[in-house]
């Protein structure tokens, strides 16, 4: 089993930056792509950014590209999400998700991946 921690979420205004950590324990050798997804009330759980574990490549929406990164830190188990220039709508509650399978196309849908943290808030105001 995986386990993973997220954390780093905040209030922060409009135009800011943010940075969030996930952190895996348990059988992370096992993992083959972490990525990070999120939730805004009333909405459905969107992909935001994958990478994966083995070559480091990484995946995001169009609504993030060229404002998110996505790294990861093999040794330490962690995948981190730096966030610029945040907007309004980037509001929701961020998720970590992992799964051990390949994918030859990485997947963008949750339901594709079987580990998750517990979430953290990200908040953006005007």
């Known amino acids: 089993q995986v386990q993973l921690v997220e954390s780093g979420g905040d209030l922060v205004q409009a135009g800011g930056s943010l940075r969030l950590s996930c952190v895996g324990s348990?059988?992370?050798?096992?993992?083959?792509?972490m990525a990070w997804f999120r939730q805004a009330p009333g909405k459905e759980r969107e992909f935001v950014a994958a990478?994966?574990?083995?070559?480091?490549?990484?995946y995001y929406a169009d609504s993030v590209k060229g404002r998110f990164t996505i790294s990861r830190e093999n040794a330490k188990n962690t995948v981190s999400l730096q966030m610029n220039s945040l907007k309004l709508e980037d509001t929701a509650v961020y998720y970590c998700?992992?799964?051990?399978?390949?994918?030859?196309?990485?997947?963008?849908?949750?339901?594709?991946?079987?580990?998750w943290g517990q979430g953290t808030q990200v908040t953006v105001s005007s």
């Open positions: 998700a992992a799964d051990r399978h390949r994918m030859v196309v990485i997947e963008t849908t949750s339901k594709k991946y079987e580990y």
């Open positions: 348990g059988r992370t050798d096992i993992i083959y792509a």
């Open positions: 990478i994966r574990c083995t070559g480091g490549r990484t």
